[in-house]
């Protein structure tokens, strides 16, 4: 059974960062894309980033391109998620989750594993 424990997320100021991390027990996740959501309160959970399986390829939704970099480091058996320039509209708690392919998944439906979440929450 695959466990994922994100970490990293707290309280900062507009324009700051955070780095989340997600640590992955059980099994190793080197064949399997990973990605990043989020789920703001009242609103549905979106895709935020996705890597394949080696790290080589990367995908972000436009609302977080240019500002946050995923990555990862499949010696330690985990991902992480770089968030700069952080703005009050990326308020959500932020779940990692371990895709049924090797390669970039965008859909909700096609992770089999999600972490339990942590909160993000930018201030004005």
């Known amino acids: 059974q695959v466990q994922l424990v994100e970490s990293g997320g707290g309280l900062v100021q507009a324009g700051g960062s955070l780095r989340l991390s997600c640590a992955a027990s059980?099994?190793?996740?080197?064949?399997?894309?990973m990605g990043w959501f989020r789920q703001a309160t009242g609103k549905e959970r979106e895709f935020v980033a996705g890597i394949n399986y080696s790290g080589a390829t990367t995908y972000y939704a436009d609302s977080v391109k240019g500002r946050f970099t995923i990555s990862r480091d499949n010696a330690k058996n985990t991902v992480y998620l770089r968030m700069n320039s952080l703005k009050p509209e990326d308020t959500a708690v932020y779940y990692c989750a371990a895709g049924r392919s090797p390669g970039i998944a965008t859909m909700t439906r096609e992770y089999d594993y999600w972490g339990q979440g942590t909160q993000v929450t930018v201030s004005s």
């Open positions: 059980g099994r190793t996740l080197s064949t399997n894309g």
